[in-house]
């Protein structure tokens, strides 16, 4: 299709894995693409509402993948530029939200580069799911008034971001924090340096919204050893600094 102007490429946020999760806008994007590229935590169920004929490319990463993740970002990017040059309608459908620690910006401005429009479909981020399935109040009035999405990947915080961090918490500040589980140790020792003397409660919630999910809620001199017992399955998202009214 030379000289024929690309379709629009969507970036579909899956949600965190329940097809009835997903918004209107999502579902007709993926109904109606006829290329999608699926990360790994897409559901079986949101990849079965895909046309029959769709083109289905895996495009994801799971723990432990030694894949040079340049190069995995780069023939992602390429792909996308690929098919929307032929004329398909394309879907990018990442878990959660495309702005919550999905790369999503990467490829929008590598498809600005190349003047291939593209539209951005938000979802549900697993911390929103997690804290609406089991009640903990990210926010409430006269006790929290703010909460902070942030990453235990790493573990790697240095003294500044984590005295920004126990003022947040000390503050009322609700922390969402993902990708904690495979750090779990450091992670809770950076909270316990955090905490001090104060009670912290912290909440781990595995499999948001499919069916195995699970949720261990324990203050934090526990949570560790609740946790390990427990045996949780990833991914797994921590809500720390309020207790679940929902058990």
Not at 140 to 165: I, K, P, W
Not at 224 to 232: D, M, N, P, S, T
């Amino acid at each position: 299709m030379a000289g024929t102007a690309a379709p629009m490429v969507s970036i579909v946020g899956a949600g965190p894995g329940a097809v009835d999760l997903l918004t209107v806008r999502a579902l007709r994007c993926i109904q109606k693409a006829e290329v999608v590229l699926y990360d790994n935590l897409v559901s079986a169920e949101i990849l079965s509402c895909c046309a029959p004929d769709a083109l289905l490319l895996y495009t994801g990463k799971k723990y432990g993948d030694k894949t040079d993740p340049v190069i995995r970002q780069n023939t992602i990017n390429e792909l996308l530029v690929q098919h929307a040059r032929e004329g398909k309608r394309v879907v990018r459908l990442k878990s959660g939200d495309p702005f919550i620690y999905g790369r999503a910006i990467e490829e929008i401005r590598y498809l600005q580069e190349r003047a291939i429009p593209c539209e951005v479909v938000p979802g549900i981020t697993a911390g929103l799911a997690a804290a609406a399935s089991w009640c903990i109040p990210l926010t409430e009035r006269s006790v929290s008034n703010a909460v902070l999405f942030c990453t235990g990947h790493t573990a790697g915080y240095d003294l500044d971001q984590l005295d920004a961090l126990a003022h947040m918490l000390h503050t009322g500040t609700t922390l969402v924090l993902y990708m904690g589980l495979s750090n779990l140790r450091p992670m809770l020792e950076k909270l316990r340096a955090i905490a001090g003397p104060e009670k912290l409660y912290v909440s781990a919630v595995s499999q948001v919204s499919l069916p195995g999910e699970t949720i261990v809620s324990e203050e934090l001199d526990g949570i560790g050893a609740a946790i390990e017992k427990a045996q949780l399955a990833m991914p797994v998202v921590f809500i720390i600094g309020r207790k679940p009214i929902r058990s």
